[in-house]
């Protein structure tokens, strides 16, 4: 009974002051700390009940915006840390990119239309030279859709077979659990050894994403001429699969790898040499 008095009951402050009307009113804004019940109304012998006023109000939005940030971020963290398995892919930003892919903004693109893309189960297949930005950008993107709190599972064929050949008996849940992220990122495809029970599983992980209804992400340095001409039927279907469901980008440009790979030589040159610029 008391505590529930004591809730009915405003807290006054040293510059509270009482109204015409009989009210606790807060001496900074101005505005009631109480209220009374509605048609003369009374609970526990009380006519009125407390009011935030217009200090109160702002003090309670800060300490919520405050909660639902740290909320977000640690739900963002833990998106991230099951999200990648290479921690270092958490730096594979938009907001890091240099601008000069031609194809960063097809990337943003994806991300606005995020909603779009997944109702329509729309993927994509970034293909081209080693170099050009596929991984990082699909990284980006990945990131992105993180910060809007989407699960997103990056992963390469490697890592999956190896997983799969070390939990047998597990093998239908690890797909399945591959298949409940929205999104589900494939990097350097193709680049996996191509025995009979890899392929075999290759296809039934494209497979049952594809049945799953969620879009995917595939980066390979494969060509599209390789793509639509495979050297075999089990590599055929694969890549039919594939292609249906994830329309090429194709990726062009200079090797930006080799880009950065000379510009720190150049930079360790001119330290070697005296001069004024820092290695980074």
């Known amino acids: 009974m008391n505590a529930t008095f004591s809730n009915m009951t405003a807290a006054p402050e040293p510059e509270d002051y009482t109204g015409e009307d009989g009210l606790l009113y807060c001496g900074k804004c101005r505005k009631p700390k109480e209220s009374y019940f509605p048609e003369g109304k009374t609970l526990f012998g009380r006519d009125r009940h407390p009011a935030e006023c217009d200090c109160q ?5 800060e300490r919520q915006a405050a909660e639902e940030r740290r909320r977000h971020l640690d739900a963002v963290e833990e998106l991230k840390r099951r999200g990648f398995p290479d921690q270092t892919m958490r730096g594979w930003t938009f907001e890091n990119d240099n601008g000069q892919n031609p194809q960063t903004a097809t990337a943003r693109r994806y991300v606005e239309e995020w909603e779009r893309e997944y109702a329509e189960n ?9 170099g050009t930005g596929k991984s990082y950008l699909a990284g980006c993107i ?7 709190e989407i699960p997103v599972y990056m992963t390469n064929f490697a890592a999956i077979l190896n997983d799969l050949a070390a939990s047998f008996e597990g093998r239908n849940e690890y797909i399945s659990r591959l298949c409940r992220y929205p999104l589900l990122i494939i990097d350097d495809f193709g680049m996996e050894r191509g025995t009979e029970y890899g392929l075999e599983q290759v296809y039934n992980v494209i497979d049952s994403r594809y049945r799953s209804g969620k879009p995917l992400i595939v980066t390979t340095n494969l060509t599209l001429q390789e793509l639509q001409h495979p050297k ?49």
Not at 256 to 269: D, I, M, N, T, Y
Request: hydrophobic share 35%.
């Open 57 to 61: 109000r702002k003090i309670r939005e």
């Open 122 to 130: 729309l993927g994509c297949l970034f293909w081209g030279s080693v």
């Open 142 to 148: 990945a990131n992105a859709l993180m910060e809007k």
């Open 232 to 280: 075999d039927t089990a590599h055929a279907r694969i890549y039919d699969r594939l292609i249906e469901m994830c329309p090429p980008v194709r990726f062009t440009g200079g090797n930006f790898r080799k880009g950065k790979a000379q510009s720190k030589l150049e930079r360790l040159k001119t330290l070697l040499a005296g001069g004024k610029e820092n290695c980074l």
